[in-house]
């Protein structure tokens, strides 16, 4: 998924073979917006999961959440759970750019601005018979 886009945005080349990434991965390109050049650090990361034993991973998930300018955040358009992880980690996200708890992570009342795209992936798998995914437009509007 993440990889795969970052793959064929950078180097303009797809695997259909499946790799799950284990470690944060680092890319480093530049880009020319009219006159301007940006330079783009990419950080591909594995899934965050709650109560990762490994220190480097919690490293990496707070480095990124304070640090990222732009979140690129992509889930499987077939399957919900990926869809609720996204939301889960976007409140997770606003948390510790406020500096606030855990207990503080449903409130909805939370407000920071945090530059997000959500990309809805592997479109081309869904099933010819459905009329719809699993992942609608109203339950897009809860992140």
Same mark, same amino acid.
Request: hydrophobic share 35%; with cysteine.
């Given at each position: 998924? *993440? %990889?795969a886009? @970052?793959?064929?945005?950078?180097?303009?080349?797809?695997?259909?073979?499946?790799?799950?990434?284990?470690?944060?991965? #680092?890319?480093f390109?530049?880009? #020319?917006?009219?006159?301007? !050049?940006?330079? @783009?650090?990419?950080?591909?990361?594995?899934?965050?999961?709650?109560?990762?034993?490994?220190?480097?991973?919690?490293?990496?998930?707070?480095?990124?959440? +304070? +640090?990222?300018? !732009?979140?690129?955040?992509?889930?499987?358009?077939?399957?919900?759970? %990926?869809?609720?992880?996204? *939301?889960?980690?976007?409140?997770?996200?606003?948390? /510790?750019?406020?500096? !606030?708890?855990?207990?503080s992570?449903?409130?909805?009342?939370? =407000?920071? =601005? /945090?530059?997000?795209?959500i /990309?809805a992936?592997?479109?081309?798998?869904? $099933?010819?018979?459905q009329? #719809?995914?699993? /992942? =609608?437009? %109203? $339950?897009?509007?809860?992140i």
């Amino acid at each position: 998924g *993440k %990889t795969a886009i @970052i793959r064929q945005w950078l180097f303009n080349d797809f695997h259909i073979q499946y790799h799950e990434t284990h470690m944060a991965t #680092y890319h480093f390109t530049a880009l #020319y917006n009219g006159d301007r !050049l940006f330079h @783009i650090r990419i950080i591909d990361t594995p899934r965050f999961e709650e109560n990762d034993p490994d220190p480097q991973n919690e490293w990496v998930k707070l480095y990124c959440f +304070r +640090r990222c300018s !732009l979140f690129l955040m992509v889930f499987d358009i077939n399957r919900e759970e %990926t869809f609720s992880y996204i *939301k889960h980690l976007y409140r997770e996200i606003v948390r /510790v750019r406020n500096n !606030l708890s855990r207990s503080s992570i449903e409130d909805d009342t939370l =407000t920071t =601005t /945090v530059p997000i795209i959500i /990309v809805a992936n592997k479109a081309d798998l869904i $099933n010819l018979d459905q009329r #719809y995914s699993n /992942v =609608t437009l %109203t $339950n897009s509007r809860e992140i």
